[in-house]
Antibody, heavy 118, light 107 residues
């Protein structure tokens, strides 16, 4: 069955960096676009970034553009989110999600909590 | 960017009641609209995709309708396990955007 397992979250000071990982299994990772979605405590869902199946195309929310970088390693079935210059407002649970065109996010990870605080 | 507006933001309902949640897009998104259910501490689950298609395994009491800019999620007869927060999402264009959510609580 499809599994997405995020890791790398934690407490980090403002201005520092963190890299999240999402290990995928149970499907052919290299054939799907993958997304990051976040949810601040007590708030709604916010789309963060997308990467195409082969890594050639990447798009970001304005709120993270220039600070976050999405990438993938298809040989390791792993998705990444490099987060630099972190701000308090980046505090959230970060989910990776498998996207199927025309069908949305059929599979999500369990989420990893990032807390940006001094 | 396409703005998604959900209403109401919360509602109280009893088991067995019919519930409707509305989602409006700031411009036409055809049928590129999905609905998710989220329970506390859990990742969202896909309920409806392409505005009207029921995701496999989702009970038939859930249904979706609409196209263009106006969409509705209907729960025909609320069950205890349906108390959760519901989100709409447009996948017509990047940035993909979600509605603000509708929390369905027990009356």
């Amino acid at each position: 069955q499809v599994q997405l397992v995020e890791s790398g979250g934690g407490v980090v000071q403002p201005g520092r960096s963190l890299r999240l990982s999402c290990a995928a299994s149970g499907f052919t990772f290299s054939t799907y676009g993958m997304h990051w979605v976040r949810q601040a405590p007590g708030k709604g869902l916010e789309w963060v970034a997308v990467i195409s199946y082969d890594g050639s195309d990447k798009y970001y929310a304005d709120s993270v553009k220039g600070r976050f970088t999405i990438s993938r390693d298809n040989s390791k079935n792993t998705l990444y989110l490099q987060m630099n210059s972190l701000r308090a407002e980046d505090t959230a649970v970060y989910y990776c999600a498998k996207f199927i065109a025309g069908s949305g996010y059929m599979h999500w990870g369990q989420g990893t909590l990032v807390t940006v605080s001094s | 960017d396409i703005q998604m507006t959900q209403s109401p933001s919360s509602l109280s309902a009893s088991v067995g009641e019919r519930v409707t949640i509305t989602c409006r897009a700031s411009q036409s998104i055809s049928s590129f609209l999905n609905w998710y259910q989220q329970k506390p501490g859990k990742a969202p689950d896909l309920l409806i995709y392409a505005a009207t298609s029921l995701q496999s395994g989702v009970p038939s009491r859930f249904s979706g309708s609409g196209s263009g800019t106006a969409f509705i999620l209907t729960i025909s007869s609320l069950k205890p396990e349906d108390f959760a927060t519901y989100y709409c999402q447009q996948t017509y264009s990047i940035p993909l955007t979600f509605g603000g959510g509708t929390k369905v609580e027990i009356k």
